[in-house]
């Protein structure tokens, strides 16, 4: 309906438009798997963002394992990825990708851990399948890790773990509602090792540049020890 100096008009499709409009709505509807769609859903990191190098002490959470960091953002995206020492033969990287979200609706959406997979090529190796994959959950301080383990039986494991972190657990990059973690370690040792990096002690804290011998800057107090 427009509106023009007081009078009002009606406007209607003509018949072929309508059908072309129709049709149009039947695509988008057909294409579709899930209602509501989330931000999630709709928002990414396209391919050709790239990847800018940042110190060590600007990692969103503390590990001594790291080796590189990279980060690139694209809108409400923001996506640093922390590549840790590998000294094993097992093909692939020993990651820790971080997605953080700042979006407002970022804490009503679900956790997708196919989001983190695809911007890392898939899911590693030596896992197969994601829906082959059977999980273990795992609480700490933080809340729930997400699992799952391999083993040559010889000394050898691989983990792949999933979390989300939002604000309320602790401070997250400037602006950021969510983040989304997602480790995969190689080591030769126990799978408790192979997901330090992803537990509290680690995500608790984001590196920070201090005094020699100093302890890593606190970054929220729900992460504070008790008395």
């Known amino acids: 309906m427009i509106k023009t100096l007081g009078k009002r008009y009606t406007t209607t499709p003509s018949g072929p438009l309508r059908s072309a409009l129709l049709g149009m709505a039947l695509l988008v509807l057909a294409s579709c798997t899930e209602f509501p769609l989330t931000y999630a859903d709709l928002q990414g990191l396209p391919d050709e963002t790239p990847y800018r190098q940042q110190a060590l002490s600007d990692g969103w959470i503390s590990t001594d394992r790291a080796q590189l960091i990279l980060e690139r953002r694209d809108r409400s995206v923001l996506e640093q990825r922390i590549l840790l020492t590998n000294r094993t033969a097992m093909k692939g ?84 509602r969510v983040m989304d973690i997602m480790l995969r370690d190689c080591i030769h040792g126990e799978a408790a090792t192979a997901l330090a990096p992803i537990g509290a002690e680690s995500i608790s804290f984001g590196a920070r540049p201090g005094k020699p011998g100093a302890s890593p800057q606190m970054l929220s107090p729900l992460a504070a020890p008790q008395p």
């Not at 899911?123 to 699992?147: C, H, M, Q, Y």
């Not at 039986?153 to 997250?172: E, K, N």
């Open 93 to 176: 990287e020993n990651l820790i990708l971080l997605r953080a979200e700042t979006a407002p609706n970022a804490l009503e959406t679900r956790f997708q851990p196919e989001i983190l997979l695809a911007d890392t090529g898939g899911v590693p190796a030596p896992f197969g399948r994601f829906e082959s994959l059977s999980f273990t959950v795992t609480e700490d301080a933080l809340g729930v890790i997400n699992w799952t383990s391999w083993t040559n039986y010889a000394g050898l494991t691989c983990v792949l773990a999933f979390r989300r972190l939002d604000m309320t657990q602790r401070t997250l990059v400037p602006g950021a």
